[in-house]
């Protein structure tokens, strides 16, 4: 992979999947059958039946994101044993280019994609975190693929091989297939023609249903990330001019608020359009920006490890100079937890009398605690008590939404985007955020 370290969290995802909709009666996700997926198995899918236009249209539209959410107690508890020997092993190690993931499943959102002349139908993950797709191929005998469905290169009309293979390595995943081109559809009016992606023939377990009941993955970061020299979507859809604007927007709601959301390609929430506060992507990669601190209530401590002595080194060089040096924050809308290096986060437990190896913190503690601010290309966001902690009401257990990984690489996932509105600019490499309305 281009860069190891980042593309090793590039899946230590739950999954941000899309279903299609221009307009409402033209949704892929209301086409859906029930049966698709029964008792943690994908049934009969047929082909979707969207008309493939001559050409692409210019313009915008959304892609509704659909949450699936919840670990039940077991696995919780799990997860708070994996935290803890997470944060034992890291303290007791050097920090390196492999980041030790656990396997946390907390939601993830999901929806569909055509791909082939007629539509295929797939279920993908669309991801700011990585930027290839992949979906099962119909050769692929691994379980995974087993239960989920594959593409046929010889129902689509339009299907081109090409004489490649691909492999990629995720912090807990592994895939490898065969890379064709054919015409990818994410909705009735965008359709990416010779799409290059990759038909899977080997997928590891972590892609078994019912754990991942996406099909594959839908990268939405740049060129420069994706294996194989692959050109990216987005990429693509900024070079033939495919969006009314070069940008999209990503809306994710809470479980305990709307529990899904969606992707507006093309344009975005108007309402925010003031709101609004807009950092630098460092990199050709993905969509990450520098880190310049963390900070608790109005308290004036920065507790990111390290970054008081790289702001005060770098504070009289020039502004690319110091991004460099700067730490650096990937906003990814597949993973599903925040992700950072072990100091600043057993920092940040110890603060709110949280457990600094399973991250429990007593729920009677809720309404005393105050907001984090990040501090993301030298702008202020904001996370309140409620989003930076997971309530589980049904067991009345309380537990911090962030997890060590031994890098300095940190990951702004779903609990952080469920906070706030972004929006992705393409063309300007810029992304913008504000606090979601309520």
């Known amino acids: 992979m281009k860069l190891v370290t980042v593309a090793l969290l590039a899946l230590m995802h739950s999954a941000v999947c899309a279903a299609i909709n221009i307009p409402v009666d033209d949704v892929l996700a209301d086409s859906v059958d029930d049966t698709m997926i029964e008792g943690g198995h994908v049934g009969k899918v047929s082909n979707m039946h969207l008309p493939i236009t001559p050409d692409n249209v210019k313009g915008s539209f959304k892609v509704p ?6 670990l039940d107690p077991e696995s919780r508890r799990k997860n708070r044993i994996k935290r803890s020997r997470n944060m034992k092993s890291l303290a007791e190690s050097s920090l390196s280019n492999i980041a030790p993931l656990a396997n946390v499943r907390d939601y993830y959102y999901y929806g569909y994609i055509g791909i082939g002349n007629p539509p295929q139908k797939f279920s993908v993950i669309f991801d700011t975190g990585s930027s290839n797709i992949w979906v099962p191929g119909e050769n692929c005998r691994s379980s995974a693929c087993v239960s989920h469905r594959k593409f046929s290169k010889d129902q689509s009309s339009t299907f081109v091989p090409k004489n490649q293979t691909i492999e ?15 015409t990818v559809q994410v909705s009735s009016a965008v359709i990416l023609r010779n799409q290059s992606f990759a038909m899977t023939r080997v997928e590891d377990k972590t892609f078994d249903l019912p754990r991942s009941q996406f099909d594959g993955l839908f990268g939405l970061g740049f060129t420069g990330g994706a294996e194989g020299g692959i050109e990216a979507p987005v990429d693509i859809m900024l070079r033939e001019n495919i969006l009314q604007d070069p940008l999209f927007g990503v809306k994710l709601y809470s479980s305990n608020n709307k529990g899904k959301g969606e992707i507006s390609f093309g344009s975005y929430d108007q309402n925010y ?30 507790y990111l490890y390290g970054a008081d002595k790289i702001n005060n080194l770098t504070s009289t060089l020039p502004p690319q100079v110091k991004a460099r040096a700067s730490r650096k924050a990937l906003l990814d809308t597949g993973s599903s937890l925040i992700y950072g290096d072990p100091f600043t986060l057993a920092a940040m437990s110890i603060r ?16 005393s605690l105050k907001p984090f601010h990040f501090i993301l290309g030298g702008k202020p966001f904001t996370m309140n008590p409620s989003e930076y902690i997971y309530h589980d009401e049904e067991n009345g257990t309380c537990e911090v939404q962030w997890m060590p990984v031994s890098e300095y ?25 504000a606090r979601v309305l309520s």
């Not at 990629?168 to 054919?182: K, L, M, R």
């Not at 310049?292 to 308290?299: A, K, L, P, Q």
């Not at 702004?412 to 490499?429: A, C």
């Open 409 to 433: 690489l940190w990951v702004m996932g779903i609990p952080f985007l469920q906070s706030h509105y972004s929006v992705y600019n393409i063309k300007d490499r810029k992304i913008g955020l």
């Open 352 to 367: 709110i009398g949280a457990d600094p190896s399973s991250g429990e913190i007593s729920c009677l503690d809720l309404a």
């Open 168 to 182: 990629i390595q995720y912090g807990t995943g592994f895939i490898a297939g065969n890379v064709g081109s054919d």
């Open 65 to 70: 994101l659909y949450l699936k959410n919840g």
């Open 273 to 302: 359009t003031d709101r609004l506060t807009w950092v630098d992507v460092y990199g050709d990669y993905f969509w990450a920006t520098t880190m310049e601190g963390i900070f608790y209530g109005d308290e004036p401590i920065n």
